[in-house]
């Protein structure tokens, strides 16, 4: 049986090859894992990345992008490892979300503020 995730053979429509900046934070994401993963460090692998993302649910998965599945996928495996606690991921959460609010971003990440589009 196929899981939410696996979209293998099935028609999903043409996919857009063209180049495409990423975000600051899709930028950190990528870094973070390249850390966690490196041969010194070796706190997770890309096998248990893609656990992750596999075990999302199918809304959860579907929501989020390609980078948010990332993300979630790392948060999981470091709680799950005892990297870090739900009350310093929380913690952590809650102070990132302070301070793009004082800058006048959004939860979508687009800039809010004087000017912007």
Do not use: C, F
């Amino acid at each position: 049986m196929r899981r939410h995730h696996d979209m293998g053979g099935e028609a999903a429509g043409p996919v857009d090859r063209a180049d495409h900046d990423h975000a600051p934070w899709e930028k950190r994401v990528d870094a973070l894992l390249r850390l966690l993963v490196d041969r010194k460090r070796r706190i997770m692998t890309v096998d248990e990345l893609r656990r992750g993302i596999e075990e999302l649910g199918p809304g959860a998965y579907d929501r989020m992008s390609y980078y948010q599945r990332w993300m979630a996928s790392i948060g999981e495996n470091l709680l799950e490892k005892g990297v870090i606690t739900v009350d310093e991921l929380g913690r952590k959460m809650a102070e990132v979300e302070a301070r793009w609010r004082a800058e006048g971003w959004s939860g979508d990440g687009a800039p809010r503020g004087p000017g912007d589009a």
